[in-house]
């Protein structure tokens, strides 16, 4: 089964408004079948939301460090000054750390980046016509 988004043609205020019509239907399907894994993934979510907000403080401090670490110009207990600073910064303000999420299931494999959604997700949205622009493709 192929189906094929006609992006272009929708609003994105619109495209929103039917995800966030969906993300009621499907957070009461999925309610009804598994209320413990609901919860785990919203917590998924909000752990990654943590680390971009994390990751969008630090990225000027952390570049800088960086930069300085790699300078070969500058002497090497300065290069080491900074090294130790850019380890005492937090873990999760690291990029490498944030994962692509679904909104509605918490799944981190198989997210479409334009849909924020996983390809699970998308497949019974587009089944249902609850996404609007998307199309199941037939030639």
Not at 90 to 115: D, E, L, M, Q
């Amino acid at each position: 089964m192929a189906f094929r988004a006609i992006v272009n043609r929708v609003t994105p205020t619109r495209f929103m408004d039917s995800i966030c019509g969906a993300t009621r239907y499907f957070s009461q399907k999925v309610g009804s079948v598994r209320p413990g894994k609901l919860k785990i993934d919203e917590n998924r979510n909000v752990e990654d939301h943590r680390r971009r907000v994390l990751a969008n403080k630090y990225e000027l401090r952390r570049n800088l460090y960086k930069a300085m670490c790699r300078d070969p110009s500058l002497p090497s207990d300065m290069r080491d000054a900074y090294r130790c600073k850019l380890s005492r910064l937090p873990r999760n303000s690291s990029f490498t750390r944030i994962r692509n999420r679904c909104i509605f299931s918490g799944r981190a494999r198989g997210v479409y980046r334009k849909f924020r959604m996983s390809r699970i997700v998308f497949r019974e949205m587009a089944r249902n016509r609850e996404l609007m622009g998307v199309t199941k493709a037939s030639w």
